[in-house]
């Protein structure tokens, strides 16, 4: 999904999850390195975020 989202000349992911789904940042950051294979990926957690929320910030 982020592979229609986001540009294709992007160069730094960050993706922000609720804690619900520690232990499972590594199948998101495969999944951006999957689309965008030349851009580093870090996958952050907030307190914050309900379950169903994520954030993706870009450069």
Request: charged share 20%; aromatic share 8%; net charge positive.
């Amino acid at each position: 999904m982020l592979g229609l989202i986001l540009p294709k000349n992007t160069s730094k992911i960050v993706i922000v999850l609720s804690r619900d789904h520690l232990g499972s940042e590594n199948t998101f950051a495969s999944a951006a390195k999957s689309a965008f294979s030349g851009s580093s990926v870090t996958v952050l957690f907030s307190h914050k975020l309900d379950k169903d929320n994520m954030l993706v910030y870009f450069k």
